[in-house]
């Protein structure tokens, strides 16, 4: 059923459901339609839905009706114009035909892709959900543009292309490396382009400067070394587990056990040094080691990257007392004999 048989009378309907006046142009039509329909879409009458749908469908039925009654108008006045006597040339300036769908202002050299009214505007009214009503399909796009709406419109061609994740990869280093510095080479392997177009494996040696006193986590970074698409590879440290040492920021920890016997009396120890085969002697004879004991050897720890390479932590030795497991009751005896004036 064509709309064209519709009366003034159901055409004045038409407007009152628009809420715009009988003197609106097929540009405050489209500006009142786009604003109803997102206003009474079901998906956001959920609580009415029947009365969304009934308004969402009357919507609908005026924009058709009224979009075709002025484009009917727009044609009409093409054609009287065709018959009329021919302007001077300043005349033909002032006037932009309604039929050029391609050229957007006369102020403007630019030539824009024709936009096409009815495939582009359902884009800005789809919800979520399905089965739902959607906007009106004509098989004849109108033609919108006037000397009213002659704003150029500018297409960006380029698009921006976002720099890929980086890959993380752990480069694994002894408590040794990390105190004296070392140097790394790691084979890493990417995807590259061939010259036949296939990706193909590649692989490349990198080396890594690790500097004395670097701490886990440490992050060394190669740009442009990932894939194809020159994303970015970072190393991490990451610490070996010593046998012997703890690393705590930069000072070393180091457990050493003795018997309850020397504790008491004195005792000598060798201690060693780490980064080397250096050895350290202590002699504990005039002190009595109890447990939870500490002794700080300074300067003994790690190097300070950020300072000078004689700067370092210290070297903390702590105590750990043997406790016999049995004494008889001689050595019971023996024991209180001894301790008991030194509670």
Same mark, same amino acid.
């Given at each position: 059923?064509?709309?064209?048989?519709?009366?003034?009378?159901?055409?004045?309907?038409?407007?009152?459901?628009?809420?715009?006046?009988?003197? %609106?142009?097929?540009?405050?039509?489209?500006?009142?339609?786009?604003?109803? =329909?997102?206003?009474?879409?079901?998906?956001?009458?959920?609580?009415?839905?029947?009365?969304?749908? +009934?308004?969402?469908?009357?919507?609908?039925?005026?924009?058709? $009706?009224?979009?075709?009654?002025?484009?009917?108008? %727009?044609?009409?006045?093409?054609? +009287?114009?065709?018959? &009329?006597?021919?302007?001077?040339?300043?005349?033909?300036?002032?006037?932009?035909?309604?039929?050029?769908?391609?050229?957007?202002?006369?102020?403007?050299?630019?030539?824009?892709?024709?936009?096409?009214?009815?495939?582009?505007?359902?884009?800005?009214? &789809?919800?979520?959900?399905?089965?739902?009503?959607?906007?009106? =399909?004509?098989? #004849? *796009?109108?033609?919108?543009?006037?000397?009213?709406?002659?704003?150029?419109?500018?297409?960006?061609?380029?698009?921006?292309?976002?720099?890929?994740?980086?890959?993380?990869?752990?480069?694994?280093?002894?408590?040794?490396?990390?105190?004296?510095?070392?140097?790394?080479?790691?084979?890493?392997?990417?995807?590259?382009?061939?010259?036949?177009?296939?990706? =193909?494996?590649?692989?490349?040696?990198?080396?890594?400067?690790?500097?004395?006193?670097?701490?886990?986590?440490?992050?060394?970074?190669?740009?442009?070394?990932?894939?194809?698409?020159?994303?970015?590879?970072?190393?991490?440290?990451?610490?070996?587990?010593? *046998?012997?040492?703890?690393?705590?920021?930069?000072?070393?920890?180091?457990?050493?056990?003795?018997?309850?016997?020397? %504790?008491?009396?004195?005792?000598?120890?060798? $201690?060693?040094?780490?980064?080397? +085969?250096? $050895?350290?002697?202590?002699?504990?004879?005039?002190?009595?080691?109890? *447990?939870?004991?500490?002794?700080?050897?300074?300067? #003994?720890?790690?190097?300070?990257?950020? #300072?000078?390479?004689?700067?370092?932590?210290?070297? =903390?030795?702590?105590?750990?007392?043997?406790?016999?497991?049995?004494?008889?009751?001689?050595?019971?005896?023996?024991?209180?004999?001894?301790?008991?004036?030194?509670?």
């Amino acid at each position: 059923m064509g709309e064209s048989t519709k009366s003034p009378s159901s055409a004045s309907k038409y407007y009152g459901i628009l809420e715009i006046p009988k003197s %609106a142009s097929l540009k405050d039509i489209c500006k009142a339609y786009k604003h109803l =329909v997102k206003k009474w879409h079901p998906d956001r009458n959920k609580s009415n839905p029947a009365e969304a749908v +009934d308004k969402f469908r009357s919507i609908n039925e005026a924009y058709r $009706v009224l979009s075709k009654k002025k484009r009917e108008e %727009a044609d009409l006045f093409k054609s +009287d114009a065709a018959k &009329t006597p021919k302007k001077n040339s300043r005349d033909e300036e002032d006037e932009l035909q309604i039929s050029s769908p391609t050229l957007l202002s006369r102020t403007t050299s630019r030539i824009s892709p024709t936009v096409d009214f009815y495939t582009s505007m359902p884009a800005c009214f &789809t919800m979520s959900g399905t089965n739902t009503p959607t906007t009106p =399909v004509s098989d #004849q *796009p109108p033609n919108y543009l006037s000397k009213v709406a002659s704003k150029p419109i500018i297409f960006s061609q380029s698009t921006s292309r976002r720099k890929p994740q980086p890959i993380e990869k752990k480069l694994e280093c002894t408590l040794e490396e990390l105190c004296n510095g070392c140097v790394k080479k790691v084979i890493i392997t990417r995807d590259a382009v061939a010259t036949t177009g296939l990706i =193909v494996k590649e692989e490349e040696v990198v080396t890594i400067m690790v500097k004395p006193g670097w701490k886990r986590g440490t992050k060394i970074t190669f740009e442009g070394k990932g894939d194809e698409r020159a994303g970015d590879i970072i190393f991490s440290i990451d610490e070996k587990t010593h *046998p012997l040492y703890k690393r705590e920021g930069d000072d070393l920890l180091l457990g050493v056990e003795i018997p309850l016997v020397q %504790a008491l009396t004195g005792c000598t120890i060798t $201690v060693p040094l780490l980064g080397g +085969d250096e $050895v350290m002697t202590m002699s504990f004879d005039d002190e009595i080691i109890h *447990p939870g004991f500490e002794k700080v050897i300074p300067g #003994q720890g790690m190097p300070k990257p950020k #300072q000078e390479s004689t700067n370092r932590g210290d070297l =903390v030795l702590q105590f750990l007392i043997q406790f016999p497991l049995e004494l008889s009751e001689e050595q019971k005896s023996e024991v209180v004999s001894i301790l008991e004036n030194h509670s």
